[in-house]
């Protein structure tokens, strides 16, 4: 599924961002759309403050899903 990204989807990254701290697999919200494939994601810790906010490209994400959904 090649699903168009939305604002407040949650996504995870598939790679480490060693200069923002983030580790592959950390989660993040976007919080908007900054152009073709490219967003502005958010990193909260587990007490829902900001660790980083940064532009991140389609390609360096996985969409995660909480309902069922379709293969």
Same mark, same amino acid.
């Given at each position: 599924? =090649?699903?168009?990204?939305?604002?407040?989807?949650?996504?995870?990254?598939?790679?480490?961002?060693? $200069?923002?701290?983030?580790?592959?697999?950390?989660?993040?919200?976007?919080?908007?759309i900054l152009g073709? =494939?490219?967003? $502005?994601?958010?990193?909260? =810790?587990?007490?829902?403050?900001?660790?980083?906010?940064?532009?991140?490209?389609? $390609?360096?994400?996985?969409?995660?899903?909480?309902?069922?959904?379709?293969?």
């Open positions: 599924m =090649n699903k168009k990204y939305e604002i407040l989807d949650v996504v995870a990254l598939l790679k480490e961002i060693p $200069e923002k701290k983030l580790k592959k697999g950390q989660v993040g919200t976007i919080v908007e073709k =494939n490219v967003y $502005e994601i958010e990193f909260c =810790n587990k007490n829902g403050v900001t660790i980083a906010s940064i532009s991140v490209k389609k $390609e360096d994400t996985l969409l995660l899903y909480y309902d069922l959904v379709a293969a």
